[in-house]
């Protein structure tokens, strides 16, 4: 197979049980780089089974993590990954074939969807699908933002959407997920009042609302069954935890 000039970067703790599945998905790029922040598992092992090179790193936050993953790569393309994730072959073929002639301009970047799976089933509608995620991108024109959390690439140019989709093939728990998301809602709200941001009622009672009218009614979240139901209500209570979490922190704050 002819390797492509792309680094594809995975940013690893703990992934060793799903971690080959999604490297599988990357061959066609000329380095394969894992950062790893200090696995205790065969995480490493897999990766250089995989033919990976590993770089170990203490954690960093979840976006000046990644932004140090693309700071080693020996190319300036690089498609961002976690490792619960895995390109489709629609999506392996459009990236081989868009950079067959050579390498883009610079200044473009690629947007391509992402399927999520929640408790058991493929989503394809409201905030499962197509949740646009920007992860090809020349390092010289883009970063990772600094985001504790929910980071983005940011990228100076244009960007171009491909079609294929990666494939966020989530095992966790219902338990997991709800325990992830609140850890997410509270370094979300940690940021808001580090901006100096102020909270209000109407924050807590509209952010919610207009989540949900958007994903499941506007985009047909309810197409997803329960399934659909229980992803779109645990977000609408995030948009909801999320400020009232500020809020608290604010007021502790003022009290002192």
Same mark, same amino acid.
């Given at each position: ?16 049980? $799903?971690? +080959? ?9 000329? +380095? ?41 790569? &020996? ?22 074939? $868009? ?5 883009? +301009? ?9 399927? *999520? ?21 020349? $390092? ?22 491909? $079609?294929?989709? !990666? ?26 009042? %580090? ?36 992803? !779109?209500? !645990?977000?609408?209570? *995030? ?6 979490? %500020?809020?608290?922190?604010? &007021? ?5």
């Amino acid at each position: 197979m002819r390797r492509l000039p792309i680094s594809g970067v995975i940013i690893t703790l703990n992934e060793a049980h $799903r971690l +080959e599945a999604c490297l599988a998905t990357l061959q066609f790029c000329q +380095e394969i780089l894992v950062v790893d922040s200090g696995s205790n598992d065969q995480t490493v092992a897999v990766a250089e089974a995989s033919g990976a090179r590993v770089v170990v790193q203490s954690w960093l936050g979840y976006g000046a993590q990644k932004q140090f993953a693309i700071d080693q790569a &020996q190319n300036d393309w690089v498609l961002c990954l976690d490792a619960d994730e895995q390109l489709e072959e629609a999506l392996q073929q459009e990236i081989i074939e $868009r950079f067959s002639q050579g390498s883009p +301009e610079p200044g473009v970047a690629f947007e391509m969807p992402r399927r *999520n799976r929640f408790m058991g089933r493929w989503l394809n509608h409201g905030e499962g699908y197509p949740d646009p995620n920007l992860r090809l991108f020349n $390092r010289q024109q883009g970063r990772w933002s600094q985001d504790p959390v929910h980071e983005h690439v940011t990228v100076d140019g244009t960007v171009e959407r491909l $079609r294929g989709a !990666i494939r966020h093939q989530s095992e966790e728990s219902l338990e997991h997920y709800l325990a992830k998301q609140n850890r997410y809602t509270t370094l979300q709200a940690k940021r808001l009042v %580090a901006q100096g941001k102020k909270v209000g009622l109407t924050k807590l009672l509209i952010s919610p609302l207009l989540r949900f009218l958007k994903f499941y009614l506007l985009r047909l979240g309810f197409l997803d069954g329960l399934p659909g139901l229980v992803h !779109i209500s !645990i977000g609408c209570m *995030n948009s909801h935890l999320k400020y009232a979490k %500020a809020w608290a922190m604010q &007021q502790r704050a003022a009290e002192k």
